[in-house]
Structure formats: structure tokens, C-alpha cells
């Protein structure tokens, strides 16, 4: 079993087992012995709206104890909570199959976050480039020149408004 905390202070314990599969099949229609082929795992962290409702799903027992309503636990993620509860989940998923799946899964998982962190690494260096900069400087200068046009055209060409009678 694996913690992690929400927004709002409370500590949910995520525990993955038969029972937990069956109630994300049953409200999601999740599979999830889609993870051991990767896909699953792809869509979860790409998509952390369906993360929160697996999340969600696999700690209802212990959300409806406390009165936590699908919306408030929903509240309740982003930024951090997020990623803890994402790693108490995959966590929790690679240590409910057996050795032989688990082992799989251990390597989808650590593939998928080397992938993750070399994009985030990648993203990084783009935005600092100073390729970057000249881009959206022209972008800018354009907006401004296009700008500029439209206001000086717009206002020689106003017809005079009608005269009272």
C-alpha cells in the first residue's frame, strides 16, 4: 500500500488488488491489465483527468468513509498531488502482478519515465534557445505591426455618424 497526499491535506491510501480492478472496470471501464502492455500506462499519464478518476476509483471505499465526493477528490488534484498520487498508483500496479509480469511492467514504467523526463529535458532547451527567443520576437513584432495597421486603416476609413434630427 502506497500514500500520498491531495490539495486539501488528506493522506488516501492506494491499494491495488482484484477488488480495486474490478470497481475501475466497473465505473470507468478501465482495463487495468492494460497496463502490463504499456498502453494503459501511456493514456494514465498523458491524461490526468482519467488518472484522477482510476485514482478515485481505486480509493472510492475510503473516499466514500469520509464523505469525499468525486468532485471534491477531483478539487483536490493538481501540481504535486498529482504526481505522488500517480506514482502511488503505477507503484501499486507494477506490485499486484506476478514476478513475470511485474518485471514488464517495472520496464514499461521506467522507459515511459525516461521518456518523460528526456521531453521535459528537450522542451527546456528549446525554450531557453536563443532560436526560440528570435521566434517569438518576430511573432511579437509581427502582432504589433499587424496591429498598428488595422488601427491606423480602421480609423481613416469610419464613416461619419448620421445627424440627429
Do not use: H
Not at 38 to 51: F, Q, S
Not at 71 to 90: K, P, R, S
Not at 96 to 103: K, N, S, T, W
Amino acid at each position: 500500500m502506497r500514500t500520498f497526499n491531495d490539495n486539501a491535506g488528506r493522506t488516501w491510501t492506494v491499494t491495488v488488488n482484484v477488488d480495486a480492478f474490478k470497481r475501475v472496470k466497473s465505473l470507468l471501464n478501465v482495463n487495468l491489465m492494460e497496463a502490463v502492455e504499456g498502453k494503459l500506462l501511456e493514456r494514465l499519464v498523458a491524461d490526468p483527468i482519467l488518472l484522477c478518476d482510476v485514482i478515485y476509483a481505486v480509493c472510492k471505499p475510503q473516499a466514500d468513509a469520509a464523505n469525499v465526493s468525486d468532485m471534491q477528490f477531483g478539487q483536490a488534484m493538481g501540481g504535486d498531488a498529482i504526481e505522488l498520487a500517480t506514482t502511488a498508483l503505477l507503484e501499486e500496479l507494477c506490485d499486484f502482478f506476478p514476478q513475470g509480469r511485474r518485471v514488464l511492467l517495472r520496464k514499461a514504467l521506467e522507459k515511459l519515465q525516461r521518456f518523460q523526463t528526456l521531453a521535459y529535458k528537450t522542451a527546456g532547451e528549446r525554450l531557453d534557445s536563443p532560436e526560440m527567443e528570435k521566434k517569438l520576437q518576430a511573432i511579437l513584432d509581427s502582432s504589433m505591426s499587424s496591429a498598428l495597421n488595422s488601427a491606423g486603416s480602421s480609423g481613416s476609413t469610419q464613416a461619419p455618424s448620421p445627424s440627429a434630427n
